[in-house]
Nanobody, 119 residues
Framework: QVQLVESGGGLVQAGGSLRLSCVAS????????MGWYRQAPGKQRELVAR???????NYAGSVKGRFTISRDNGKNTVYLQMNSLKPEDTAVYYC?????????????WGQGTQVTVSS
C-alpha cells in the first residue's frame, strides 16, 4: 500500500504561482511513476504532469511551459511548481502514484488539494 498526502493548494490571483507537494509513504519502492491530475467542477479528471523514477517528464499541453514537475526520491516527494496561473487552472489537484506489475498497473491517489485562481 502507498499513502499520498498533498499540500500547497490555495487561492491565488491570475499570473501568480503556487507549489504543490505530495509525500508518499508505505511501499514507496514499488512506485514507478508519480504525477498530478486535476478535476474541475463538471469535468473529468485529467493528467497535468507526470514523472518517472529516472526523471522523464510529460505535461498536458495546457500547462507546458508554465508548470514544472519534479521529484525527490530520497524524500519520496513529488512537487508541482505552477507559474503564470490562469483562472482555467482552478481545480482540485490530485497526487497519483502508479505501480506496474506483471498483471497490469495500479494507481494510488491522494485526497486532493484545491487550487483556485481568481481573475
Amino acid at each position: 500500500q502507498v499513502q499520498l498526502v498533498e499540500s500547497g493548494g490555495g487561492l491565488v490571483q491570475a499570473g501568480g504561482s503556487l507549489r504543490l507537494s505530495c509525500v508518499a509513504s508505505g511501499s514507496t519502492s514499488s512506485i514507478n511513476v508519480m504525477g498530478w491530475y486535476r478535476q474541475a467542477p463538471g469535468k473529468q479528471r485529467e493528467l497535468v504532469a507526470r514523472i518517472t523514477g529516472s526523471g522523464s517528464t510529460n505535461y498536458a499541453g495546457s500547462v507546458k511551459g508554465r508548470f514544472t514537475i519534479s521529484r525527490d526520491n530520497g524524500k519520496n516527494t513529488v512537487y508541482l511548481q505552477m507559474n503564470s496561473l490562469k483562472p482555467e487552472d482552478t481545480a482540485v489537484y490530485y497526487c497519483n502514484a502508479r505501480r506496474y506489475s506483471s498483471v497490469g498497473e495500479y494507481d494510488y491517489w491522494g485526497q486532493g488539494t484545491q487550487v483556485t485562481v481568481s481573475s
